[in-house]
């Protein structure tokens, strides 16, 4: 079974469109991530949500918003797309942490190309 | 302020040959530190940790890195390079028990040579 979970894998869109990844885990984790590594493979932090609650927002364009109906679910929807916004975004989940830092568990991915 | 330098971006070493990836971190308190692999069209696997528990950390698939507070590094290592070892690999540093302030390194493409 697939821990964390990311649709759709790949996405070619033209720019100016609005499009959405959606990302589920199944490991009854309560913090999610979302990641954009780009074409030199630098990855950065770009949300995480705590049951469903924000705790992390880096500098990233207000033309991404992400949404956590649940828990188990954490999705990213780009608007007005531009050339730049080209990567693969990977989301990711931990359980909360008591002492210690958690392991986190990725998602294969969703390659977004902006034509 | 936390930051993490990948030392080469490409190694290359032959099957059966040490493997030696270097990591040097810089923060201004005691660090948790972490090794990934990312395969080819894969999402990141975590291949080991430091949470101060012991400098010698052991992993997954042979793996194991050393804290060195003097030398502010967490080298990987494996002893003897497989095929299934090409991959890319990541450093990264967190001062915060939430996993998702980590700073990563650039990375490092390991390729093995039969």
């Known amino acids: 079974d697939t821990a964390v979970s990311q649709t759709p894998k790949y996405l070619v869109t033209q720019m100016g469109n609005d499009k959405s990844i959606k990302c589920e885990q199944n490991?009854?984790?309560?913090?999610m991530y979302w990641y954009k590594q780009d074409s030199k493979k630098f990855l950065k932090i770009m949300f995480s949500?705590?049951?469903?609650?924000?705790?992390i927002n880096e500098t990233v364009p207000n033309r991404f918003s992400p949404k956590s109906p649940d828990k188990a679910h954490l999705n990213l929807h780009i608007n007005s797309l531009e050339l730049g916004d080209s990567a693969v975004y990977f989301c990711?989940?931990?359980?909360?942490?008591?002492?210690?830092?958690?392991?986190?568990?990725f998602g294969p991915g969703t390659r977004l190309l902006v034509l | 302020a936390q930051s993490v330098t990948q030392l080469g971006s490409h190694v290359s070493v032959s099957e059966g040959a040490l493997v030696l990836l270097r990591c040097n971190y810089s923060?201004?308190?005691?660090?948790?530190l972490f090794w990934y692999v990312q395969y080819p069209n894969q999402g990141l696997q975590l291949l080991l940790k430091?949470?101060?528990?012991?400098?010698l950390v052991k992993g997954i698939n042979g793996f194991e890195a050393e804290f060195k507070k003097s030398e502010t590094s967490f080298h990987l290592t494996k002893p003897s390079a497989h095929m299934s070892d090409a991959a890319e690999y990541f450093c990264?540093?967190?001062?915060?028990?939430?996993?998702?302030?980590?700073?990563f390194g650039d990375g490092t493409t390991l390729t093995v040579k039969p």
């Open positions: 990711a989940s931990t359980r909360t942490s008591t002492s210690g830092v958690e392991t986190q568990y």
């Open positions: 490991l009854g984790h309560d913090t």
């Open positions: 949500y705590n049951n469903k609650e924000l705790i």
């Open positions: 923060s201004s308190v005691p660090p948790y």
């Open positions: 430091y949470t101060s528990a012991a400098t």
């Open positions: 990264a540093v967190s001062t915060d028990t939430n996993a998702g302030k980590s700073t």
